[in-house]
């Protein structure tokens, strides 16, 4: 009888934990599961990169690189997180981001989108999440693999005079005009869309921030209509959290499963250098 209650016992235990545990990784009405946990939950063990923080049980919080943002969804089928920077304020397109992001604080730079080197286990660079995944193209036998974006940069770009350049979105209302404590001069306020070279900054002109978009056509759009996508936030994938003991880091399949990488050649893509 004694050992029929310890086990009844410890049959309870187990399932209040499990319980427990399952609401600890809930905040408002999205729930999580791995390799996604709260900083909260006691079983998060060793999973820093993808712990989430609940703001007042309504907002869920990433920090990259101490740096706030919040989670607007996570896609499980594609292996995706979109976020949006916290200083981006709804219907409101003076809100800037708080933050600059750039492809190389993710620590996936430019090139290594262009270029993929195959290292040992011991020496890979583990990054948690990056701004593409690779997709492997071409005959089993020789493969490719090919990276696809997720996101691409923004640079807000602030000068002294006005700018009349094909490459410089002018922010109209929502930023022009805008004094600076420190500055006694107006600011003339612009974006670019996608990267640029170190020659396209004009004179007067100074780097103000970066951040991320979704992957999309900007050409013939307002800076209001971008700001509105500024809301919607960006993508970064976390399949780097599936590649497991793969040397040389995986690729995701059609059906969105991760595959380790051969030794065999990525496709490289065309563009001149960006900023990063």
């Known amino acids: 009888m004694a050992r029929l209650l310890f086990a009844c016992s410890l049959l309870l235990l187990l399932l209040f934990q499990t319980s427990n545990s399952k609401a600890t990784n809930r905040c408002g009405n999205r729930t999580f599961s791995d390799p996604f946990s709260l900083d909260s939950d006691p079983f998060n063990f060793?999973?820093?990169?993808?712990?989430?923080?609940?703001?007042?049980?309504?907002?869920?919080?990433?920090?990259?690189?101490?740096?706030?943002?919040?989670?607007?969804?996570?896609?499980?089928?594609?292996?995706?997180?979109?976020v949006v920077d916290a200083g981006v304020q709804k219907n409101d397109c003076s809100s800037l981001p708080d933050f600059?992001?750039?492809?190389?604080?993710?620590?996936?730079?430019?090139?290594?989108?262009?270029?993929?080197?195959?290292?040992?286990?011991?020496?890979?660079?583990?990054?948690?999440?990056?701004?593409?995944q690779y997709k492997r193209t071409g005959p089993k036998w020789f493969p490719n693999y090919k990276p696809l974006s997720l996101s691409q940069m923004m640079i807000f770009i602030n000068c002294a005079n006005p700018v009349n350049s094909r490459l410089y979105l002018d922010t109209g209302a929502c930023l022009n005009g805008?004094?600076?404590?420190?500055?006694?001069l107006s600011i003339h306020s612009y974006v670019r869309v996608g990267g640029m070279k170190s020659s396209d900054l004009m004179e007067l002109c100074s780097l103000e921030r970066m951040t991320l978009l979704p992957v999309k056509d900007y050409k013939n759009m307002s800076f209001k209509e971008i700001h509105s996508l500024l809301e919607y936030g960006f993508e970064l994938s976390w399949h780097s959290s599936r590649c497991g003991l793969c040397a040389n880091g995986c690729y995701i399949e059609d059906w969105n499963r991760t595959r380790c990488i051969g030794f065999s050649t990525l496709e490289k893509t065309g563009g001149k250098d960006s900023v990063s």
């Open 46 to 82: 060793g999973k820093s990169l993808y712990t989430l923080h609940c703001e007042k049980n309504t907002s869920t919080v990433l920090y990259l690189d101490s740096r706030k943002y919040y989670v607007q969804a996570i896609n499980y089928n594609n292996l995706t997180i979109r």
């Open 178 to 184: 805008a004094k600076y404590s420190n500055v006694s």
């Open 100 to 132: 600059s992001l750039t492809y190389a604080s993710l620590g996936n730079s430019r090139s290594a989108y262009r270029m993929f080197s195959f290292k040992s286990t011991s020496s890979l660079h583990y990054t948690p999440y990056t701004w593409f």
